[in-house]
């Protein structure tokens, strides 16, 4: 006559409420409905003239119709509860966002780089200055070629200080006969020498030397002059200094005297084969400096020192659009991302709303069935009352017994609708989605028109 129902529990998807399914018989020994039944029945009643449920039954009936009553507010917080949620659900933002993405791309690339452009273009305004002077330079002194000289100074450096310490070590071992402090003070006034012997010999070389090629004769005459007075200088030093280490192996408390005495009595009067070797020595790394400071710029005077300029100006420009173009693709990728993120978020909320709409739909089936159920657990007990009541009396049941009897709880259904935003945000999804080509289009576009700009600056 009833369907069976297995003894299991209905769960909502959104905060779930717990909704039994009942057990006909339990539910029936719970209200004590065959006791109940066979007490009418001994007493004849409900009496056979009746034409309605007695009091039992109307007791019956209230009691499941409680229950139904205590589960419809309990689903109703739930509902409630998924109504503000679909309501609330909003992709206005993720889809203004992502719709302006390309905009907010040249926006924020106008922003930040349009002072560095300006800065560009001085830089490229100070080339042009540094390449008037190289071209005015090489008119004047009648240059046909590049400029030449190393790109750095690094090697000249550590040669020029492994000569000194080498020419400090070798003078040292010279010097320490003759002093009371040995080889740390020989190494010592070695060490004096040699940086006043190879620093006068590196900037003859560097400034002295290169003006030999200058197109002044005048000038390379006079240098001329001056580059022997320096040899003079140096050879003179050097004769001296070998004087100076003859006079500390005879006097070394007097050294600096006698060596006076010595040099103005004879400038070549050296005795000592040692002192010999120490000028030889002298002389080698005067003329090495000598090389290195020539060699360490241009050999034209000057001609270096405004093609440096104008190199310095060329490098800073390629280093600053080197990392403006950085920063630029760094600023697309960013968007590029942000374009996709906020896509993410649209296609989430699609996936919620669907989610949400479905789970509230559920609920309110999983309610209906409830009372459904509830309703045939009370057609099953009315029957079982009437059923052991008209068995167990001895005088004839009421006429309605034998009716059909139509089980109904007359519970009310909840008025909870919600708006069904489902189509609003798949419509919106499918904007956005048909946007993006073309929005990564417009911001490639954007990205390759400014680095046109900027080549177009840095083109020298």
């Not at 750095?152 to 080498?166: C, E, G, K, Q, R």
């Not at 002192?275 to 060699?295: D, E, M, N, P, R």
């Not at 920063?327 to 989610?355: F, G, R, W």
Request: overall charge negative; hydrophobic content about 40%; charged content about 25%.
């Amino acid at each position: 006559m009833f369907k069976t129902l297995k003894n299991e529990t209905v769960i909502s998807v959104y905060k779930p409420v717990d909704l039994p399914i009942e057990n006909y018989e339990e539910l029936a020994q719970e209200l004590d409905v065959i006791n109940l039944a066979k007490q009418q029945a001994r007493r004849g009643l409900p009496d056979t003239r009746a034409t309605g449920p007695d009091a039992n039954e109307l007791q019956f009936k209230a009691k499941l119709k409680n229950k139904a009553i205590q589960v419809v507010h309990s689903v109703e917080v739930s509902i409630s509860a998924l109504k503000d949620k679909i309501h609330s659900l909003s992709v206005s933002k993720a889809r203004a966002a992502a719709v302006e993405t390309a905009s907010t791309f040249q926006q924020q690339i106008n922003a930040e780089f349009s002072p560095r452009l300006r800065d560009l273009e001085n830089l490229k305004s100070d080339y042009s200055e540094a390449v008037d002077d190289v071209n005015s330079f090489k008119r004047t002194h009648r240059l046909r070629r590049a400029s030449h000289y190393p790109d750095s100074n690094w090697m000249t450096a550590s040669i020029l200080l492994f000569a000194l310490i080498l020419e400090s070590g070798l003078n040292g071992n010279f010097f320490a006969a003759g002093v009371d402090t040995g080889l740390v003070g020989g190494i010592l006034q070695a060490s004096i020498i040699a940086v006043i012997n190879i620093g006068f010999g590196f900037l003859v070389g560097w400034w002295v030397l290169p003006y030999k090629n200058h197109t002044q004769k005048y000038l390379v005459f006079s240098m001329l002059g001056f580059f022997l007075l320096c040899l003079f200088i140096s050879a003179v030093f050097n004769l001296l200094v070998g004087h100076y280490r003859d006079a500390l192996v005879i006097d070394p408390d007097n050294a600096g005297q006698v060596a006076i005495e010595s040099f103005t009595n004879g400038i070549l009067s050296i005795n000592d084969f040692n002192s010999w070797v120490l000028f030889a020595i002298g002389l080698l790394f005067f003329a090495l400096a000598v090389y290195k400071g020539y060699s360490c710029d241009d050999p034209y005077p000057g001609y270096g020192r405004v093609a440096r300029k104008k190199k310095a100006i060329e490098d800073s420009i390629g280093e600053e659009r080197q990392e403006i173009i950085e920063d630029v693709e760094e600023i697309h990728q960013n968007l590029i991302q942000q374009l996709d993120d906020n896509y993410d978020l649209i296609l989430q909320a699609e996936k919620s709303i669907n989610s949400l709409s479905s789970t509230f739909d559920q609920q309110n089936r999983i309610l209906k069935n409830y009372v459904s159920h509830l309703e045939d657990a009370l057609g099953y007990i009315i029957s079982l009352y009437r059923d052991t009541n008209a068995s167990e009396r001895e005088n004839e049941p009421p006429m309605h017994y034998s009716e059909n009897y139509i089980a109904s709880l007359e519970c009310d259904e909840l008025n909870i609708s919600y708006r069904d935003r489902r189509n609003e945000i798949e419509e919106v999804k499918l904007e956005v989605s048909n946007l993006l080509p073309s929005l990564r289009a417009r911001m490639l576009e954007s990205k390759e028109k400014y680095h046109e700009r900027i080549n177009g600056i840095c083109q020298l």
